[in-house]
């Protein structure tokens, strides 16, 4: 129940349309949560490269989430 809450939590921290639980112990969940799918470590590790590739992407159009005095000029 407690990986449930804490997957939507994730979810609507992030704007997920779903969660990748991972690692050795989410082979122990009876069932996924909702809104959850069973994925390996690798999965992590792509979807990071994911992110960061939007963010550059964002930030090339001028969309940040920083103020302007934070942003490192290119």
């Known amino acids: ?3 449930g809450i804490a997957a939507e939590i994730w979810k609507q921290a992030f704007l997920a349309d779903y969660v990748v639980l991972g690692g050795g112990n989410a082979k ?3 069932e ?3 809104g ?3 994925g390996g470590n690798h999965n992590a590790y792509f979807g990071g ?3 960061w590739e939007d963010a550059n992407v964002a ?3 001028g969309l940040s989430i920083y103020p ?3 942003r490192a000029s290119g």
């Open 49 to 51: 490269i994911r992110m």
């Open 59 to 61: 930030m090339e159009r």
């Open 1 to 3: 129940k407690a990986v």
């Open 68 to 70: 302007e005095r934070f």
């Open 32 to 34: 996924m949560p909702e």
């Open 28 to 30: 122990k969940l009876e």
């Open 36 to 38: 959850c799918r069973r």
